[in-house]
């Protein structure tokens, strides 16, 4: 089955760190840009972050502010999210999506999504 | 960065309505443009790709256009699995960003 898994979400205190994962089946992974994406409790989605195939272009929502790094392992076939420094703002879902090169880079498969709460 | 801004926000339809919903960007960026759908608790759901290209599998109701900077979403004939919340993005330069996302509800 064609599909993306993420995990690693979870609660964390503010100033904590976390590192979500995207385990991807089905497809070759290795030949896919790859998305973070995340959405707020009862907010509309955001742009995180993306990872071309071969890792030599990443890029990043200007608000991260440098405390989020993108990396994937194409063997494993995974995505990674690390994230630093979260603030309370960072709560969300965080979903993982392919993007499509022929489809104008469009976001094609997504996964289910992990939630992340940032509390004291 | 290239800010999307969907109108209207909210949107009130009975079944078997058309529905339009408009994305207007700040910069041009030609015909990058893809519509979502998401429903509650669910992941996204792409539509239309590039501006005006059905996804495979996404009923024919649903249709895109514009290029530049206007863009429009159009249900046909609005069916009781439409209401949802439905988001258009750029992916003409990065940051990738979305528009804040039109909910159209039950009349």
């Known amino acids: 089955e064609v599909q993306l898994v993420e995990s690693g979400g979870g609660l964390v205190k503010p100033g904590g760190s976390l590192r979500l994962s995207c385990a991807a089946s089905?497809?070759?992974?290795?030949?896919?840009?790859l998305n973070w994406v995340r959405q707020a409790p009862g907010k509309g989605l955001e742009w995180v972050s993306s990872i071309s195939s071969s890792s030599d272009s990443i890029f990043y929502a200007d608000s991260l502010r440098g405390r989020f790094t993108i990396s994937r392992d194409n063997a494993k076939k995974i995505l990674y999210l690390q994230m630093d420094r979260l603030r309370d703002e960072d709560t969300a879902v965080y979903f993982c999506?392919?993007?499509?090169?022929?489809?104008?880079?469009?976001?094609?498969?997504w996964g289910q999504g992990t939630p992340v709460t940032v509390s004291s | 960065d290239i800010h999307m801004t969907q109108s209207p926000s909210f949107l009130s339809a009975s079944v078997g309505d058309r529905v339009s919903i408009s994305c207007r960007a700040s910069q041009t960026i030609k015909t990058y443009l893809n519509w979502y759908q998401q429903k509650p608790g669910k992941a996204p759901k792409l539509l239309i790709y590039a501006a005006s290209a059905l996804q495979s599998a996404v009923p024919s109701r649903f249709s895109g256009s514009g290029s530049g900077t206007d863009f429009t979403l159009t249900i046909s004939s609005l069916q009781s699995e439409d209401f949802a919340t439905y988001y258009c993005q750029q992916t003409y330069s990065n940051p990738r960003t979305f528009g804040q996302g039109t909910k159209v509800e039950i009349k």
């Open positions: 999506a392919r993007a499509v090169p022929s489809a104008h880079d469009a976001l094609d498969l």
């Open positions: 089905g497809f070759t992974f290795s030949v896919y840009s």
